[in-house]
T-cell receptor, first 111, second 116 residues
Framework: GEDVEQSLFLSVREGDSSVINCTYTDSSSTYLYWYKQEPGAGLQLLTYIFSNMDMKQDQRLTVLLNKKDKHLSLRIADTQTGDSAIYFCAERKGSARQLTFGSGTQLTVLP | EAQVTQNPRYLITVTGKKLTVTCSQNMNHEYMSWYRQDPGLGLRQIYYSMNVEVTDKGDVPEGYKVSRKEKRNFPLILESPSPNQTSLYFC???????????????FGPGTRLTVT
């Protein structure tokens, strides 16, 4: 099965909070990342969390990591239309440089 | 401006006609990588390079070649493209030491390739 799994679609109303979920399988993951891809553009790093952390907050973004369940989530507070994009979860294993990406979650923000 | 550039951005070609997609970064990064993005599959790594003259296969290397003769450039070569290589390709680079060891990867804008 996939190393990193995400649901493909999420729709929210403008002003609501969005929660994008991700599960991974490798307990040796050291860093977990969230990337954003806007239409026609490359991937932009939003935030990352080290595996010894449970939570990281950066302005409207909150990352929660449950190592026991190998579950990662990204919460976007006060979601805006400009947040509409594909969001990718990625893991880095051990000291390796390679990233393993999930399939991406298409977030649609409705007015 | 720190960036990763790729050329061309769009390419339509025919089966079997050799092509090269260039990638260049101006950040003096040691690590560079190529990915392909396909619907529902996310990004899959094709090849990566830890430094000049050091390259290694990723998860889906078949049908591709790379070279790393200079630190800034990491071209992707398709010797005999086939329709199943129709995809969106991304180049990425990463510094030797990231902030808190995070090794953030910086992505190029992508190259959309169609092989007919």
């Amino acid at each position: 099965g996939e190393d990193v799994e995400q649901s493909l679609f999420l729709s929210v109303r403008e002003g609501d909070s969005s929660v994008i979920n991700c599960t991974y399988t490798d307990s040796s993951s050291t860093y977990l990342y969230w990337y954003k891809q806007e239409p026609g553009a490359g991937l932009q790093l939003l935030t990352y969390i080290f595996s010894n952390m449970d939570m990281k907050q950066d302005q409207r973004l909150t990352v929660l990591l449950n190592k026991k369940d190998k579950h990662l989530s990204l919460r976007i507070a006060d979601t805006q239309t400009g947040d509409s994009a594909i969001y990718f979860c990625a893991e880095r294993k051990g000291s390796a440089r390679q990233l393993t990406f999930g399939s991406g979650t298409q977030l649609t923000v409705l007015p | 401006e720190a960036q990763v550039t790729q050329n061309p951005r769009y390419l339509i070609t025919v089966t079997g006609k050799k092509l090269t997609v260039t990638c260049s970064q101006n950040m003096n990064h040691e690590y560079m990588s190529w990915y392909r993005q396909d619907p529902g599959l996310g990004l899959r790594q094709i090849y990566y390079s830890m430094n000049v003259e050091v390259t290694d296969k990723g998860d889906v290397p078949e049908g591709y070649k790379v070279s790393r003769k200079e630190k800034r450039n990491f071209p992707l070569i398709l010797e005999s493209p086939s329709p199943n290589q129709t995809s969106l390709y991304f180049c990425a680079s990463s510094p030797g030491t990231g902030k808190e060891g995070s090794y953030e990867q910086y992505f190029g804008p992508g190259t959309r390739l169609t092989v007919t």
